[in-house]
């Protein structure tokens, strides 16, 4: 029996629950990206809690070098390393791998690269991969794949996708022997395969059905949000969905925009995970049910109001737009802080609000409502 449930729908958008050892998580959701085991912007596990997150996503390249998956597995895994008693997942450290173009030579072993670090060598296969996710004991580990850029020839992305579906079947060989052994800290590590073929519907939906058939615990959507226009990312989507298990979570890596989340989840995903709401906050960009403010404007230097007047997170309920502007130009940590425990507070209820929006039939309507205005520059 799946561990996943959907609920229920609204035309393609589903409201589901996936079981797992550490908690249920409610989908829609958004997982807080915190990539060295941290928010950076100075947000603790325990605040994570307060601001509603679900699922906390680390980096398994990043863990690796720095401290080391092994010393994690010393002390007892991820969530006891970091104090962090729900979901996590860790992602393949694929993406990663593939940004240091310059540095690394692929091979169907794996990829041989140099730390971004210290310039030592190491090579990552499926196997390697899914051994340092099972040393930091995470929720949900990602197949280990080759993320290609936007565009790409054809025959490349096509032998790329092959490749990908080998090391596919070597990860799922490598995770069940990992969960069988008696020192293992989580046995019930989940596995997500990744789909994979550039911008070429064709490749994509051959690559799916491929993938599909390996049984895995959730299929996500890779590649995309690197560069190529916000419709050609929907058309792949839209391709994509109806080829991907209605019985397993569906996750677009990487994306994005609240505009984005909701058009996705118009057409059918179930988990997202993005940066932007930390990047952007660090820089003075907000979010708001009103639309995106730039907090560094002149125009909120003596704005007594909260950053949105329909927030309830714990940065709106105590401090001005003025106050909280004058700490990021003075570049206190404090200002960064607030800003950051914001935003992610708004992407966490908007995915809530989703959520609610399907269980009482309204989805469409909040759809139709906030796909225009969340995208928007706040009109004060």
Same mark, same amino acid.
């Given at each position: 029996?799946? %561990?996943?449930? #959907?609920?229920?729908?609204?035309?393609?958008?589903?409201?589901?629950?996936? @079981?797992?050892?550490?908690?249920?998580?409610?989908?829609?959701?958004?997982?807080?990206?915190?990539?060295?085991?941290?928010?950076?912007?100075?947000?603790?596990?325990?605040?994570?809690?307060?601001?509603?997150?679900?699922?906390?996503?680390?980096?398994?390249?990043?863990?690796?070098?720095?401290?080391?998956?092994?010393?994690?597995?010393?002390?007892? =895994?991820?969530? %006891?390393?970091?104090?962090?008693?729900?979901?996590?997942?860790?992602?393949?450290?694929?993406?990663?791998?593939?940004?240091?173009?310059?540095?690394?030579?692929?091979?169907?072993? =794996?990829?041989?690269?140099?730390?971004? #670090?210290?310039?030592?060598?190491?090579?990552?296969?499926?196997? /390697?991969?899914?051994?340092?996710?099972?040393?930091?004991?995470?929720?949900?580990?990602?197949?280990?794949?080759?993320?290609?850029?936007?565009?790409?020839?054809?025959?490349?992305?096509?032998?790329?996708?092959?490749?990908?579906?080998?090391?596919?079947?070597?990860?799922?060989?490598?995770? /069940? +022997?990992?969960?069988?052994?008696?020192?293992?800290?989580?046995?019930?590590?989940?596995?997500?395969?990744?789909?994979?073929?550039?911008?070429?519907?064709?490749?994509?939906?051959?690559?799916?059905?491929?993938?599909?058939?390996?049984?895995?615990?959730?299929?996500?959507?890779? =590649?995309?949000?690197?560069?190529?226009?916000?419709?050609?990312?929907?058309?792949?989507?839209?391709?994509?969905?109806?080829?991907?298990?209605?019985?397993?979570?569906?996750?677009?890596?990487?994306?994005?925009?609240?505009?984005?989340?909701?058009?996705?989840?118009?057409?059918?995903?179930?988990?997202?995970?993005?940066?932007?709401?930390?990047?952007?906050?660090?820089?003075?960009?907000?979010?708001?049910?009103?639309?995106?403010?730039?907090?560094?404007? /002149?125009?909120?230097?003596?704005?007594?109001?909260?950053?949105?007047?329909?927030?309830?997170?714990?940065?709106?309920?105590?401090?001005? +737009?003025?106050?909280?502007?004058?700490?990021?130009?003075?570049?206190?940590?404090?200002?960064?802080?607030?800003?950051?425990?914001?935003?992610?507070?708004?992407?966490?209820?908007?995915?809530? %609000?989703?959520?609610?929006?399907? /269980?009482?039939?309204?989805?469409?309507?909040?759809? @139709?409502?906030?796909?225009?205005?969340?995208?928007? +520059?706040?009109?004060?």
């Amino acid at each position: 029996m799946s %561990k996943f449930t #959907v609920l229920m729908k609204d035309g393609r958008a589903r409201r589901g629950t996936l @079981q797992t050892v550490h908690g249920d998580i409610q989908t829609p959701v958004f997982m807080n990206v915190g990539t060295c085991a941290a928010i950076k912007g100075g947000v603790s596990t325990v605040e994570l809690e307060q601001i509603d997150c679900q699922v906390e996503l680390s980096n398994t390249y990043h863990l690796h070098i720095r401290p080391g998956d092994g010393l994690i597995r010393e002390m007892g =895994g991820l969530h %006891k390393f970091m104090n962090w008693k729900r979901p996590i997942l860790t992602d393949s450290g694929g993406f990663q791998v593939f940004s240091l173009s310059s540095l690394r030579k692929i091979t169907e072993e =794996g990829v041989k690269f140099a730390s971004h #670090v210290d310039g030592k060598r190491i090579f990552m296969g499926p196997e /390697e991969s899914m051994q340092i996710q099972s040393n930091l004991a995470s929720t949900i580990a990602m197949a280990f794949d080759e993320c290609i850029e936007n565009p790409a020839p054809y025959d490349y992305v096509k032998a790329s996708c092959d490749r990908t579906y080998r090391w596919l079947v070597r990860c799922k060989a490598e995770m /069940e +022997r990992l969960n069988s052994l008696p020192d293992t800290i989580n046995p019930h590590q989940m596995l997500f395969g990744i789909n994979q073929g550039s911008t070429y519907e064709d490749l994509r939906i051959a690559h799916m059905q491929q993938i599909s058939e390996l049984d895995l615990d959730g299929y996500a959507i890779g =590649g995309l949000a690197v560069g190529e226009e916000t419709e050609e990312m929907y058309r792949i989507i839209n391709a994509v969905e109806p080829h991907m298990p209605e019985n397993k979570p569906r996750y677009l890596m990487g994306v994005g925009t609240p505009c984005n989340i909701l058009e996705a989840v118009h057409m059918g995903v179930d988990f997202f995970d993005c940066v932007m709401p930390s990047r952007n906050a660090r820089h003075g960009n907000l979010f708001t049910w009103h639309g995106k403010i730039n907090l560094l404007n /002149e125009k909120y230097a003596k704005d007594p109001r909260p950053l949105d007047s329909s927030c309830d997170c714990p940065t709106c309920r105590s401090y001005s +737009r003025s106050y909280i502007r004058h700490l990021i130009k003075a570049k206190e940590s404090l200002g960064m802080r607030l800003a950051v425990t914001h935003n992610l507070y708004f992407y966490n209820n908007l995915t809530r %609000k989703i959520r609610e929006a399907l /269980e009482s039939g309204c989805f469409e309507s909040f759809y @139709q409502k906030y796909r225009t205005i969340l995208g928007e +520059r706040h009109p004060d």
